[in-house]
């Protein structure tokens, strides 16, 4: 089984922080992805990345950026936290053999900034 | 440019009634469509999917799907609704290039009345 793993479950933090999420995958999978979930938004795409050190702008790049310097790890950073940064984040993978392209998730990290 | 429009926020059914959530989608190019379920206060989990082959999905507990280019329509159907099957509904397309580059309908909150 493919397995996503976040590094917290939970984590509060203050306005202006330089925060990190971590997310593995153990599938050697190419393509990851960032996104937020947010009530009555559904899941929108932060960034996301087809190779190591490759990276592209999903639908709200704006105050994350993102780092992939091994294939199985794919790491989101907030350089300046705000508060409405707040919201729970998802780590995707997919593999690009599977003409699908079918994601596998993590189990998410909840952000609150204070 | 691609883009879910999930028809309703909020479905209600009776236990053992059918269920239809509705979803519409626009892609330029042939997409993969899915369906998520997200349980409270859990992950991500994948319900069905479709990527050309045929246009009657089957899925998990009971849920199918049909794709219906010419209505642009992906809407999830289950026979009989179970308690258990409380809970938000995600309808997804991605493109099949682009690392499978995913976008997300709003969400549909099914609530099951015993």
């Known amino acids: 089984d493919v397995k996503v793993t976040q590094s917290s479950r939970y984590l509060v933090k203050r306005t202006g922080e330089k925060v990190f999420l971590e997310c593995v995958q153990d599938?050697?999978?190419?393509?990851m992805f960032w996104y937020r979930q947010d009530p009555g938004l559904g899941l929108r795409l932060i960034y996301f990345?087809?190779?190591?050190?490759?990276?592209e702008k999903g639908d709200i790049p704006e105050g994350y950026s993102v780092s992939r310097e091994k294939k199985e790890r794919f790491s989101l950073i907030l350089e300046s936290a705000s508060t409405n940064q707040t919201s729970m984040y998802l780590c995707?993978?997919?593999?690009?053999?599977?003409?699908?392209?079918?994601?596998?998730f993590g189990p998410g990290t909840r952000l609150t900034v204070t | 440019a691609q883009s879910v429009t999930q028809l309703d926020s909020h479905v209600s059914v009776s236990e053992g009634t059918p269920v239809l959530l509705r979803c519409n989608y626009s892609?330029?190019?042939?997409?993969?469509l899915f369906w998520y379920v997200q349980h409270p206060n859990k992950g991500l989990q994948l319900l069905l999917k479709y990527t050309s082959a045929a246009t009657l999905v089957k899925g998990i507990n009971g849920f199918e799907a049909e794709f219906k280019k010419s209505e642009t329509s992906f809407h999830l159907t289950k026979p009989s609704a179970h308690m258990s099957d409380a809970a938000e509904y995600f309808c997804v397309v991605s493109e099949r290039t682009n690392a499978g580059k995913s976008t997300f309908g709003d969400g549909t909150t099914l609530t099951v009345k015993p």
């Open positions: 892609s330029s190019y042939s997409p993969s």
């Open positions: 599938m050697d999978h190419e393509n």
């Open positions: 990345s087809y190779d190591v050190k490759m990276k």
């Open positions: 995707a993978s997919s593999l690009s053999r599977d003409s699908s392209y079918e994601q596998y």
